[in-house]
């Protein structure tokens, strides 16, 4: 089994703009799944959502989760993380990963703009604590 630990899996799931499709439960009990922009740190992944949207809902219901990211192209690959969030208010700490999300997916110079945009109340810092991470790279070689 792979771990986010092995740098060939925090290079797939770090490089350029991947998105994650993030996998929760809805309040019916429908399974739902939804894009994020995320980061790694440390030894968790770690995106920005609203605290009243089905996917903050859903995890202040229950944290456990999926996130799959895939390259889409030859040679295909993907690695999945299942696991248990973390769900936190801190202003300071919203800002700062909002920034640093930023910076990876809409580049350097409007980092700082997003950050202050997406780090304020009523949003959530999700850290995604991985339990089991699935690896499958050059699926096609």
């Not at 909002?98 to 990876?104: G, K, L, P, S, V």
Request: charged share 25%.
């Amino acid at each position: 089994m792979a771990s986010l630990a092995d740098p060939q899996v925090r290079e797939f799931l770090s490089h350029g703009t991947r998105t994650g499709k993030v996998a929760f439960t809805g309040a019916d009990g429908r399974p739902l799944v939804t894009p994020v922009w995320f980061i790694v740190e440390g030894d968790e992944l770690v995106f920005n959502t609203g605290k009243n949207t089905a996917k903050g809902r859903a995890f202040a219901r229950d944290p456990r989760v999926a996130l799959c990211v895939d390259l889409e192209e030859p040679p295909y690959a993907l690695v999945e993380v299942q696991g248990t969030v973390t769900l936190s208010e801190d202003l300071d700490e919203l800002v700062r990963t909002a920034t640093e999300i930023a910076a990876r997916y809409m580049g350097a110079d409007k980092a700082e703009e997003f950050g202050k945009r997406n780090g304020v109340a009523g949003e959530l810092v999700v850290r995604v604590r991985p339990t089991k991470v699935i690896a499958h790279f050059q699926v096609t070689a």
